[in-house]
């Protein structure tokens, strides 16, 4: 298969094996195994086209006129490449672990559930692959709307206002800030393709209108979530737990991440922005979110919330690294969204676990839940010492990456707010491994349990496993950062 | 210029107005009608009148004479005419179609009535 | 032979079937004559926009008499795009006015109905073809009388006062317009549009010519239900027949609009209009009040007719918003929106109609629930609200894309931000629709009710999938309102 048909390919796979979804609705085993086929089909398809990427090719597909002279685009670049080798790669083991999770709480709407998620990745692909502002502007859009019918898959009161203040925050932020930040673009460079070393380059652009338009670029990716903008994710949580999975480290926060980075790199440039005195806010902004988020997370007693708070402050970290505009910290960035997907997913993963299996969301209950689910809470371990950053977790090496960015930089207050969200974040997730293993069951379960359906927990042993092994494996990712923040 | 060598616009004007106020200021439907045909009026005047050039004859072409009156505007104006009766016609019929369903022609009350109506639930 | 004729057979033809339907008194052939002259409407239409690419200008002198003395129809780049419009919607509301009709019109009056549809779609036709002002206004009376009595046939008896009270404000819109005419006859003795421009270069300036502007101006405002002067709008489309109403709404206000912008700037020119009176602060104040004002009623209406009446007049602002740019780009995004506003609202009210086929109601009580009982309607209305809001792959975000830019390149970034937050509060009242259609329990009537029947359905969500294409396909769309946006400013007729 050529790169440029592997590029529709990766789009078609997903698309149609929502349409074959819906039409196996009324068997679920052959329904399930078209979603497992179509992700496997996806990671192979994308796989193929990390070789040439790393080679140096640029596949790309124009199709037709969007609007004239926008063309309808794609192209992969490593940066690109990366996100949709971690989304396609999670999304297989989300597809195993939905299977057992949605089958285990007997969830209504199945159907409707993994044919959305298809459509999602589907969105994802384009998200990845897009080759203008304007092509990736659709996609984006497109996302929020195709994971709309999931965050509100419980169809209560609860889930239509969750479902409004998801929705509500994203299409405001893209709409209202992300349109007219894309369009002045346009409006000042004649184009809004990506470019190594960015497009406004020669732009008649005042610096205090750079900064200007830099905020709206950021405010207006909503689904990076820096604050105030964060509001959603946790919002999102009253999806259940495969949902916030996708959301929290596979498809959407990663899409957001991923366009500011492609933002800070291929539409400003890194070179540009350096020196430029009005854009100094965004390392702040995105260092306060860091510390802020974590300080929610170290109060809050739902399960869910506090990881919610937890991606919210994660994803801050790509942002503040990439902020920092040196090339060991944008190398540092994009491992980032790699290592924090892979970690947060298992955290999540036993989150739905302990939920399917013991009906527990809060912290405050999970004493002793260590001995009932061990392979659970093993993954939940890694998972939670890859996010603080302790090797041989994946987490480790990314934040290593940040850290000798922030030398680089010469930013020191960034420095300290790697290091004091570091140490929050073991404040936030270390007790929860202690009490699940060290501390005796002071509220006896409603029913006896042990672990979650096998299903689940296969997925969740991978993604841990992943986390551990990816360093070692992890020329790919790394070799892909660097070539996306090189010249 | 004086007032009496432009009287003609004096009373267009003076009808427009007229007509338009009784449209608004009325409430009886068949009344704003009648001020609507006024204010109609006013305009077939507007054509009209600047028609008529000084020391124009009638306009059928004659050796003897030079200047003619312009024969376009009442061209124009019966095709106004026309219109403003079927617009009449028109809007008489829905005032006897209204009284049906209302039994009054009073602006007022009928939208009293469509008020009631809605606080009681009904109509789609 | 017939391909000379075709700008005045354009209009003769659904003009003559009009009386024929009335001779054939039958419902079912008096739809099957109108549905045969709108598709004829609609293949002339499309040969006249082909002429016009290919030869430029056509003038058509009506019973050989040659302008300016005679009338003339004139086709260019800007009213064979809403020719295109006009009759395309005629055909697609055709078919499905049958079964929508018949359900919602006494039987002995169906007949009348298709009659007084082939006159609106003759009268609007008109408008757009002729090069005439005396014409234009014989025409837009034409179509408006004929609105009139299609709003009235409408079951519920508050039709009759929408109708009234639309043909009072309208009668008084379509008399202020001819009053300017007037004014502009006496100073340069000519009503033929081209001869116009030519000859009021000499008298620019003079209190007739900016009182002509200002009467004509506020006329056609009132056609156009431009905020302030939409109040007849909202019951008007509220109470009339379905299939009219989605017809309408694609259609009069935007010839309405049209006459305007081939007034602003093919008659008056650019610089006067915009120059002598404050023209564009006018416009961009009374547009933004319409995008937020109008768009903030819709919110708040307990049915969907309604909701999609005051939805049209906030949407109106953003095509006004366009003329007040007065750029290239923001005179695209303005005639763009002719064609995508027009067809968006025109599927939404069809969909609309298909709910009241079968619910009997459009009353958000009432339609509680509808998601899942009539799936593919809601669908549709979902797809056409989402192009209403301006979502990225549908035919609203083209509209937005270039009135943004025509904004930036007028060098506001406040004007800028005003169709982007405005559209939200759209998304607002989309929410609306499906929070009740897909979240709420079934009301009684929603619970009963089985999906729309499929005459009514394909032609409603075929132009709901005409949404989806044409956000994705705009080179026919874009295409032609670059083209007609350069013919407008360039002035020359």
């Known amino acids: 298969m050529s790169p440029a048909s592997a590029i529709l390919a990766a789009l078609a796979i997903p698309t149609a094996g929502a349409v074959l979804i819906v039409a196996c609705g009324r068997a679920p085993n052959l329904r399930e195994a078209v979603t497992l086929a179509s992700a496997g089909l996806l990671l192979a398809t994308v796989a193929a086209l990390v070789g040439p990427v790393l080679a140096g090719a640029r596949p790309a597909v124009v199709l037709f006129d969007l609007l004239p002279g926008i063309p309808l685009a794609f192209e992969v670049e490593p940066l690109g490449m990366l996100f949709a080798l971690v989304a396609s790669g999670l999304w297989i083991v989300n597809s195993l672990y939905s299977i057992g999770y949605m089958r285990g709480n007997d969830e209504p709407h199945q159907t409707r559930f993994y044919a959305c998620f298809a459509l999602a990745l589907a969105a994802t692909m384009g998200v990845a692959f897009s080759a203008n502002l304007l092509t990736l502007f659709g996609f984006y859009e497109l996302l929020t709307l195709v994971t709309y019918p999931l965050v509100t898959h419980h169809g209560d009161d609860a889930a239509r206002r969750g479902g409004r203040v998801y929705l509500g925050y994203l299409m405001v932020t893209s709409i209202v800030f992300l349109l007219p930040a894309i369009i002045a673009t346009w409006a000042l460079t004649g184009t809004t393709d990506f470019r190594p070393g960015g497009i406004l380059a020669g732009a008649p652009l005042s610096n205090a209108a750079l900064g200007g338009l830099l905020a709206l670029y950021m405010f207006g990716i909503g689904k990076a979530a820096l604050m105030p903008v964060h509001r959603w994710l946790p919002a999102a949580m009253v999806a259940p737990t495969p949902v916030s999975a996708l959301l929290h480290a596979v498809a959407v926060v990663k899409a957001g991440v991923f366009v500011a980075v492609k933002v800070v790199v291929y539409v400003f440039g890194a070179e540009m922005l350096a020196g430029v005195r009005a854009v100094d806010w965004l390392p702040t902004v995105a260092g306060f979110t860091i510390v802020a988020a974590s300080v929610v997370a170290l109060r809050a007693d739902n399960l869910k919330r506090r990881l919610a708070y937890s991606t919210v402050s994660q994803l801050s970290y790509v942002v503040l690294a990439a902020a920092l505009l040196v090339p060991l910290s944008i190398v540092g960035a994009i491992l980032h969204i790699a290592t924090h997907a892979v970690g947060k997913i298992t955290l999540f993963f036993a989150a739905g676990a302990i939920y399917t299996a013991a009906h527990k969301t809060e912290v405050s209950q999970l004493d002793g839940i260590g001995r009932r689910m061990p392979w659970t809470m093993a993954a939940f371990t890694v998972g939670a010492l890859s996010l603080i950053g302790i090797p041989p977790a994946a987490g480790f090496f ?21 290091g004091v969200s570091t140490l929050l974040n073991a404040a936030y997730f270390l007790p929860i491994v202690y009490a699940a293993f060290f501390r005796p069951e002071r509220v006896a379960p409603a029913h006896d349990h042990g672990e979650a359906p096998l299903a689940s927990v296969a997925a969740l042993v991978i993604t841990a496993a992943a986390t551990l092994v990816l360093p070692f494996f992890g020329s790919i990712p790394l070799a892909l950062a660097r070539a996306a923040a090189g010249p | 210029m004086s007032f009496w060598s432009h009287f003609s616009y004096a009373v267009t004007i003076a009808l427009l107005i007229a007509g338009l106020y009784v449209v608004i200021a009325r409430g009886n439907l068949i009344k704003k009608l009648i001020g609507l045909s006024i204010f109609q ?18 306009p059928i072409v004659d050796g003897k004479h030079a200047v ?28 006897v179609r209204i009284r049906e369903a209302y039994e009054t022609i009073e602006e007022d009350e009928i939208l009293d009535a469509d008020r009631a109506a809605d606080r009681d639930g009904h109509g789609a | 032979m017939i391909g000379q004729h075709l700008p005045a057979l354009v209009v003769v033809v659904p003009l003559v079937a009009a009386p024929l339907i009335v001779l054939a008194r039958r419902g079912a052939a008096g739809w099957a004559i109108a549905t045969a002259a709108s598709l004829a409407s609609f293949a002339m239409a499309v040969a006249l926009l082909l002429q016009v690419r290919a030869a430029g200008v056509i003038s058509y002198a009506i019973g050989s008499w040659p302008p300016p003395w005679g009338i003339e129809y004139r086709v260019d780049a800007v009213n064979a795009f809403v020719l295109v419009l006009v009759t395309a919607l005629a055909a697609v509301v055709a078919p499905y006015a049958r079964r929508s009709i018949a359900a919602e019109v006494p039987a ?55 109708s009234y009270q639309y043909l009072i404000m309208g009668t008084i819109g379509a008399t202020f317009y001819v009053i300017g005419v007037g004014l502009l006859y006496l100073m340069t003795g000519t009503l033929n549009l081209a001869d116009l421009a030519a000859r009021i270069g000499e008298v620019q300036g003079s209190r007739p010519v900016l009182a002509a502007l200002a009467f004509i101006t506020v006329g056609l405002c009132l056609k156009i239900a431009l905020f302030p002067l939409h109040y007849w709008l909202p019951n008007a489309y509220a109470y009339a027949p379905s299939a009219f109403t989605a017809f309408l709404a694609g259609t009069a206000t935007k010839v309405s609009i049209y006459a305007l912008l081939r007034f602003y700037f093919s008659v008056f020119g650019e610089a006067a209009t915009f120059g002598a009176l404050p023209m564009r602060e006018i416009f ?6 319409a995008m937020f004002l109008a768009s903030l009623a819709a919110v708040f209406q307990d049915n969907l007719k309604h909701m999609l009446a005051y939805s049209s007049v906030g949407q109106i602002g953003y095509i006004t918003l366009g003329i007040s740019l007065d750029n290239q780009a923001g005179l695209t995004g303005s005639v763009v929106h002719l064609f995508n506003h027009g067809i968006t609202k025109a599927a939404l009210f069809l969909l609309a109609g298909a709910l009241v086929f079968r619910l009997h109601s459009v009353r958000f009580a009432d339609l509680a629930g509808v998601g899942r009982s009539m799936p593919l309607t809601a669908a549709g209305i979902v797809v056409g609200g989402l192009s209403l809001v301006g979502v990225p792959g549908m035919a609203g975000f083209v509209t937005k894309w270039y009135l943004v830019r025509g904004a930036l390149d007028a060098g506001s970034w406040a004007i800028a931000f005003t169709p ?32 729309a ?11 709901a999938f005409a949404c989806i294409y044409f956000g994705f396909d705009t080179s026919f769309t874009v295409g032609a309102a670059d083209a007609a946006a350069r013919t407008l400013l360039g002035g020359a007729r």
């Not at chain 3, 005439?132 to 609105?147: G, H, P, Q, W, Y």
């Open chain 1, 398 to 418: 990314s934040k290593w990456y940040m850290v000798q960015g922030t030398a680089a930089a010469g930013n020191w207050v960034a420095l300290a707010v790697i």
């Open chain 2, 41 to 58: 009026t006013s305009v077939y005047l507007l054509y009209i009148a600047p028609g008529k050039l000084i020391g124009g004859t009638a």
């Open chain 2, 68 to 95: 003619y009156s312009n024969p376009l505007p009442h061209v124009l104006i019966l095709t106004a005419i026309v219109v403003g009766i079927a617009t009449l016609a028109l809007g008489l019929a829905l005032v």
């Open chain 3, 108 to 162: 002995d009056q169906q007949y009348l109905c298709y009659a007084m549809l082939c006159l609106v779609l003759a009268g609007l036709a008109g408008i757009a073809i002729t090069g005439d002002a005396f014409n234009l206004f014989v025409f837009l009376e034409i179509s408006s009388l004929a609105t009139y009595v299609l709003i009235a046939l409408g079951r519920d008896r508050r039709a009759l006062l929408a």
């Open chain 3, 284 to 289: 961009l104040v009374l547009s933004i009040a």
């Open chain 3, 420 to 451: 982007v937050v405005s559209s939200l509060i759209a998304l607002w009242y989309v929410w609306r629709f499906v929070e009740t259609a897909y979240f709420r329990a079934p009301s009684a009537a929603a619970a009963a009710a089985k999906e």
């Open chain 3, 453 to 463: 029947p499929a005459i009514l359905l394909v032609p409603a969500l075929g132009l």
